[in-house]
């Protein structure tokens, strides 16, 4: 079996976002939308899947997340706004398969 791994970016209702890495994209995205790890994604209601990129390389994966991390929001926006444009909940409209 061939290991995925996910570049994710999550946003509040107010835009707060919160950029992560899984290899378990569905668990991770119920841990966020039901609050279950405590610390930001938590505090700060990020419950939207606005963003994502599939890696079968973790440390590829890894350097993607560091490099977005490192941008500034405008840039962060902007790529979201590339995929989806009106930042809808990807997995709500079952975009995760």
């Known amino acids: 079996m061939v290991k995925r791994y996910w570049i994710y970016i999550m946003a509040s209702r107010t ?5 992560g890495v899984t290899n378990a994209l569905e668990r991770r995205i119920y841990e966020h939308k039901h609050d279950s790890i ?3 994604s938590q505090r700060y209601q ?3 899947l606005v963003y994502l990129e599939e890696y079968l390389d973790v440390r590829q994966a890894i350097e993607r997340e560091k ?4 941008w500034n929001r405008s840039k962060k926006e902007a790529l979201i706004r590339r995929l989806n444009p009106h930042w809808n909940d990807l997995a709500r409209e079952g975009s995760l398969d």
């Open 67 to 70: 490099q977005l991390k490192s």
């Open 46 to 48: 990020c419950h939207r």
């Open 38 to 40: 405590p610390g930001f």
């Open 15 to 19: 835009g707060t976002l919160y950029l």
